[in-house]
Structures are given as C-alpha cells and as structure tokens.
C-alpha cells in the first residue's frame, strides 16, 4: 500500500475536482443568421487555429443558424472562396439552433445582438444545465465597442474579407482565452498527494 502511495507521489498524481470541470468551455457553438457566411467561417478558422496550436481534439466545435432559411445548405460560393484565399477549407451543412444545442454545448457565441437576442429566446425553451451565451466579438481585441461581426450577404466580397479578419483574429484571442482559463481552473484544481 505504501508503495502504491509511493508511485502516486513519484509521478505526481493530479486529481481534478469533478466541481471545477465544468467551469472549462470545451465545446464551442458559432451562431448567425442563416449558417451560410459567418458561422460555418468562424467554425472553419476556429478549427484551423486548433489544429495549427495542435490541440483540436480537446474541443468540439459546431455552427448553426437562427433562421431555418438555409437548413441543409452548403456555405455561401463567396464565403468558400474568401476563405480558400486564405487557405481555410469550410466544411458545414446549414443546421437550425435548437433548444438542446444549450445542453450540448459549453460556450455558444452569436455573430450579432440580433443573433443573441432570439438566442436567448431558444435557449429559454432549454431545461436544466446551460452553456453559456456570448457576443463573439467580446473576445474581439480590436472591437473599439463595435458588438457585431458585421452581415455580409447584401454586400460584396470586401464584406467577405472584412468578416474573415475579424473572425481571425477573434479566434485567436478566444483560444488564448479557452486555453488560460484551462490552465487556472487545472492549477486550482491540483490536489497535493501526500505520504
Ligand atoms: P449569415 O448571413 O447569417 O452570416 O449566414 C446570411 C445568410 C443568409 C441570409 C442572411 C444572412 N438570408 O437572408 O438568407
């Protein structure tokens, strides 16, 4: 027995408290109008940012939209294309958002106050634990205020790479934030075995 005890505390035995594990986003849900321009976008940069830093399978990663306009499409042509310039390959079908997605999921991100606010209509129809709900551009470091990720469907392909620079580097910063955030809650949660 002491020598089991011995082992544990050669190799620096780690327990987490089962209480903090839920305080960690680890599956993140990208939400706009119609999951064709901005979502399905976000998801595909997020991902790529998650296989760059190697750690995607950490995470579960997903989009969809408010409107059920766009349920089983492919992204906008003008939406792949800006993101292939930037060697980032979308790979989504168009889903509606669901009462349920808030049970699925840790973090769930809207593109813009619109997005949040019938959001936060789905999410009330959701019983029991929650994720929680944010504007995607709180983790904006180059916000200035500005709260929405701006629709680019009316516009033209300027709007398109406008919608990728913020996604870009929105992403980065939320992964650095995803990823601190893992470090506090693991640092908290260190149980120091003793002899
Ligand atoms: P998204 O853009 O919300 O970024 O996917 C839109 C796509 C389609 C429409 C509006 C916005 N639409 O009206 O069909």
């Known amino acids: 027995k002491l020598f089991i005890k011995y082992v544990e505390k050669a190799q620096f035995c780690v327990r987490i408290a089962p209480s903090t594990r839920s305080f960690m986003y680890k599956k993140i849900l990208f939400v706009c109008l119609g999951n064709i321009c901005r979502s399905p976008l976000a998801e595909a940069i997020f991902k790529k940012q998650l296989e760059i830093r190697g750690i995607q399978d950490q995470y579960t990663v997903d989009s969809c939209g408010i409107s059920n306009q766009h349920i089983g499409d492919r992204p906008d042509p003008r939406t792949i294309r800006n993101a292939r310039?930037?060697?980032?390959?979308?790979?989504?079908?168009?889903?509606?958002?669901?009462?349920?997605?808030?049970?699925?999921?840790?973090?769930?991100?809207?593109?813009?106050?619109?997005?949040?606010?019938?959001?936060?209509?789905?999410?009330?129809?959701?019983?029991?634990?929650?994720?929680?709900?944010?504007?995607?551009?709180?983790?904006?470091?180059?916000?200035?205020?500005?709260?929405?990720?701006?629709?680019?469907?009316?516009?033209?392909?300027?709007?398109?790479?406008?919608?990728?620079?913020i996604l870009s580097r929105t992403c980065e910063s939320l992964i650095d934030f995803l990823e601190k955030q893992q470090q506090t809650e693991v640092k908290k949660a260190r149980i120091p075995t003793s002899l």
């Open 85 to 165: 310039h930037h060697d980032v390959e979308i790979i989504h079908i168009g889903r509606q958002l669901i009462p349920s997605d808030f049970n699925n999921f840790d973090l769930i991100l809207t593109m813009d106050r619109s997005n949040f606010q019938n959001a936060t209509e789905v999410s009330a129809r959701a019983s029991g634990k929650k994720g929680d709900l944010k504007m995607m551009r709180s983790f904006d470091p180059e916000s200035l205020g500005t709260q929405d990720v701006p629709d680019p469907w009316y516009g033209n392909e300027e709007g398109f790479e406008e919608i990728f620079q």
